[in-house]
């Protein structure tokens, strides 16, 4: 399949431009090609000045972005230009994009007709809903009080507020019903690009180093959704764990940039604009590269209660079906 101009499927997540060694990042991010597009996997930033900072610049540069909310986006800090929550909040992103030309979950799906496509670009804002539960535990409280017990609680209990919706996993499962109706109305002869800032299947996070913050990473309701529909890709980001992964043959790209202190560690510096589309041959391999030096390890643990939550670095593991490679992931 080939597509009609020559630009190509960019993506990049977890720019956290609060970090003016990030901002110089986000700086430096050009297309190749006028007629690239740039998919903005959420977690530009906290407060609403970043995240236009940076949409707006990226707007300007190429052909077509695509952004989908982070659970940094939607955090309400009292230093906020606007005091909104939940819902509300995520609306007043969705026109703040709008007025740039930038893509949302709410906009009719485009059609990607570059290299690599046809295909139909969904931009998803899905959230979790605490079903990724560490072993033993069976239920949302227990679940939470497991992290509680370890010290490992997502900063998003104090500052992602999910009004109206009673909680946060309500609201994704309100969001989860919107987007598989959408989904289900897609006609199945155009793949799709799904695209969601938290991973659709659990594997991804089995190598979080605290496996209980696993329950503020996705939801077990889309875990059949690469293989229900017709799935080229699935993009996502949150876990800062850079990395190609496939399962049940679809390739599942998390494309993180992450915190400085993380991205620091990593040996070989690659392009932070992760290639989607066309689909990069050979054989997978992270984009920061390898971690130099054990010693740097402490460096990436948050502690629990500071911005941006603790999670911190993991051993290294692979999930796809190629051979293991040396990883580690930070806080989300
Ligand atoms: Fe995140
Ligand atoms: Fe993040």
């Known amino acids: 399949m080939s597509g009609t101009t020559r630009g190509r499927l960019l993506a990049t997540s977890d720019i956290h431009v609060r970090h003016p060694e990030n901002r110089a990042v986000v700086e430096a991010m050009r297309p190749g090609h006028d007629d690239d597009w740039l998919l903005v996997v959420g977690d530009v930033g906290e407060l609403l000045d970043d995240v236009e900072w940076a949409l707006r610049l990226l707007a300007g540069r190429f052909a077509k972005v695509v952004w989908v ?7 309400s800090l009292s230093r906020d230009a606007v005091d909104l929550r939940g819902e509300a909040r995520y609306r007043h992103l969705v026109d703040l994009c709008a007025g740039l030309g930038v893509l949302t979950p709410e906009d009719p799906y485009p059609l990607w007709t570059g290299q690599g496509g046809p295909v139909r670009i969904v931009p998803m804002f899905l959230l979790y809903d605490y079903t990724f539960r560490p072993a033993g535990t069976s239920t949302k409280e227990e679940a939470l009080a497991a992290a509680y017990a370890a010290g490992v609680v997502c900063s998003d209990e104090s500052v992602l507020h999910p009004d109206p919706y009673p909680s946060r996993d309500a609201w994704c499962r309100a969001r989860v019903a919107i987007t598989q109706a959408r989904l289900d109305e897609c006609p199945r002869d155009v793949p799709l690009v799904l ?18 913050f696993a329950q503020w990473c996705g939801t077990e309701l889309t875990a059949d959704w690469h293989t229900r529909y017709n799935v080229a890709a699935v993009v996502y980001g949150h876990l800062h764990i850079p990395r190609t992964t496939v399962h049940d043959g679809v390739r599942f790209e998390e494309v993180s940039v992450g915190y400085p202190r993380e991205w620091r560690s990593w040996r070989t510096r690659r392009p932070v604009l992760r290639q989607i589309l066309p689909a990069p041959t050979g054989e997978p391999v992270p984009p920061w590269g390898a971690p130099h030096d054990e010693s740097e390890h402490a460096a990436l643990q948050v502690p629990p209660g500071a911005p941006g939550g603790p999670v911190p670095a993991a051993p290294a593991v692979r999930s796809s079906q190629s051979q293991s490679q040396p990883y580690r992931q930070g806080a989300v």
Not at 69 to 75: I, S, V, Y
Request: hydrophobic residues 35%.
């Open 69 to 75: 909310p982070g659970n940094h986006e939607l955090w």
């Open 195 to 212: 695209v969601n800032h938290f991973p659709l299947v659990r594997e991804p996070t089995r190598i979080l180093r605290y496996p209980v």
